[in-house]
């Protein structure tokens, strides 16, 4: 179910938002990072991943959203569950006066780089990286980061 941008406004103005994280690795040991186009964390390096709807279930949100991020429809099975992250961003979506607070279910998975068809709607250019260089880079979100730091994974509670 799609909310109304107002609807949603008063939504991220008033709750946290569920979403999922894509943590993607090809057969090189890279991870890959897009871009993003989008308010919050526009301009910077970042995950794949996206909301869950309403009465959406996860199972369901997780095909939709490796198909939209990915181009690849894939079952939950596919992934191992990577833990609970939140993520607090100062500004939102529409670039009003006001906060977005998500809650974070973070999935790693293995694909073969050659099987995807990366959208350019969230993302503007993408890149494959090792941790090691991810972390070393300049513009990649601290959120997209801390899955790759030791301490910041021993903060993510699981569930």
Not at 14 to 25: A, C, G, K, N, Q
Not at 40 to 65: I, M
Not at 137 to 156: C, G, I, P, Q, T
């Amino acid at each position: 179910m799609f909310l109304t941008p107002e609807d949603f406004a008063a939504a991220v103005r008033s709750t946290p938002l569920i979403s999922m994280d894509l943590i993607v690795e090809n057969e090189e040991g890279e991870f890959l990072l897009g871009k993003r186009n989008n308010r919050p964390a526009q301009g910077y390096w970042f995950v794949p991943g996206g909301r869950v709807q309403k009465d959406e279930p996860l199972s369901a949100a997780f095909a939709r959203l490796t198909e939209i991020e990915l181009g690849l429809r894939l079952p939950m099975s596919a992934a191992c569950f990577d833990g609970v992250w939140q993520h607090f961003y100062d500004d939102n979506f529409s670039g009003s006066a006001f906060s977005t607070h998500y809650v974070v279910l973070g999935f790693r998975l293995r694909v073969n780089q050659q099987t995807l068809a990366l959208p350019d709607a969230q993302h503007n250019d993408y890149c494959w990286l090792t941790p090691q260089a991810l972390l070393a880079m300049d513009h990649v979100h601290d959120n997209s980061r801390a899955y790759f730091l030791a301490e910041k994974r021993a903060e993510a509670p699981g569930l």
